[in-house]
């Protein structure tokens, strides 16, 4: 009886090491699949960045066009100015369905925002990337875009974190220098890309700049 429980066994124990035992050859392929989909994977995703900062760079292009053959807005200071700007984006985003149209209107406004908030002395970008209205901020993001100044990252990255418009709020990282980020600063940017949703147009444009950002990293 002993004798057999003991045959039964080991034939228990070789079938499970002959079930469990890979072939190196099968480990192999096995490896190369998983190396082979990781490559996939990570030129997938670059597609993307590339994609996305394209469409980044054509877009500061638009901007750059239209600044430069730009009339001003009548009447008014630049402050008046500026406050006009202001109410008529926050208008047009409540008032135009998403498209085109609305896109290109947009980029005119930001357009003159750039050109002329350089012009204001008083202006608290602090306050104005904090600000509820969708209006404000842009002015904050478009003085930075013209004029990037270092103090104001931070602030500029906690903004832009919660923002909900795509526009150009990481720009000013490229026109500072990636080099010039401090860690803290990148660790926040990968804290925020890991709360957004993969696909979205937020995730593929912080995925680039973080790109850019480690890629010129000291």
């Not at 993307?48 to 807005?73: C, F, I, K, W």
């Not at 500026?82 to 896109?103: D, K, Y």
């Amino acid at each position: 009886m002993g004798d057999r429980v003991r045959a039964a066994s080991a034939s228990t124990a070789a079938t499970q090491t002959h079930f469990c035992h890979r072939s190196p050859a099968q480990s192999r392929t096995k490896l190369q699949y998983r190396r082979l989909q990781e490559r996939i994977d990570a030129t997938e995703q670059r597609t993307q960045e590339v994609r996305q900062a394209a469409d980044d760079a054509a877009r500061q292009a638009r901007v750059a066009l239209v600044t430069s053959g730009s009339e001003n807005v009548p009447g008014g200071s630049p402050t008046e100015k500026v406050a006009q700007l202001t109410r008529a984006f926050t208008e047009l985003r409540r008032t135009e369905p998403s498209g085109p149209g609305r896109t290109y209107r947009q980029e005119q406004i930001f357009a003159e925002l750039v050109r002329l908030t350089p012009q204001l002395t008083d202006m608290d970008l602090p306050a104005a990337l904090g600000s509820d209205d969708g209006g404000t901020r842009l002015t904050a993001y478009a003085r930075l875009y013209a004029r990037p100044e270092g103090q104001y990252l931070k602030a500029l990255v906690e903004a832009a974190l919660t923002e909900e418009m795509h526009f150009n709020q990481y720009a000013v990282i490229d026109a500072l220098g990636p080099g010039r980020v401090e860690l803290s600063t990148i660790r926040r940017l990968r804290q925020g890309l890991s709360l957004l949703p993969e696909d979205s147009d937020r995730a593929r444009t912080l995925r680039a700049v973080l790109a850019r950002v480690d890629y010129d990293a000291p």
